[in-house]
């Protein structure tokens, strides 16, 4: 398996950006695609997930308002969209896959992983 994280970039707050994750080495029904993030100093922290096959989707509450996850199937590609973005957002953005379903949160769950974007939100 394989997952390529793109999309990062310097955005000024307020602003919004889409990351993208292409997977790829297998099939994906019935498997779940998350997103994670990790500013310097910082653990690794959730920010949302979503299954491959049923759509349904799973969130960290903080972030929920401002950022949507979403998928297409056709293209083996899972997106995040990211708004009304804050210089706290800053961090490596990770993609992540798991079977089963898209209810967990914790980075041991997840089965393989993407190299990381780089996300910097300026103040």
């Known amino acids: 398996v394989q997952l390529q994280a793109s999309g990062g970039g310097l955005v000024q707050a307020g602003g919004s950006l889409r990351l993208s994750c292409a997977a790829s080495?297998?099939?994906?029904?019935?498997?779940?695609m998350g997103w994670f993030r990790q500013a310097p100093g910082k653990e690794r922290e959730f920010v949302a997930a979503?299954?491959?096959?049923?759509?349904?989707?799973y969130y960290n509450g903080f972030l929920k308002s401002r950022f949507t996850i979403s998928r297409d199937n056709a293209k083996d590609t899972v997106y995040l969209q990211m708004t009304s973005l804050k210089p706290e957002d800053t961090a490596v953005y990770y993609c992540?896959?798991?079977?089963?379903?898209?209810?967990?949160?914790?980075?041991?769950?997840?089965?393989?992983w993407g190299q990381g974007t780089l996300v910097t939100v300026s103040s």
């Open positions: 992540a896959t798991k079977s089963g379903n898209p209810y967990q949160s914790l980075t041991d769950g997840y089965d393989y």
């Open positions: 979503i299954g491959w096959s049923s759509g349904g989707t």
């Open positions: 080495g297998r099939t994906f029904t019935g498997w779940a």
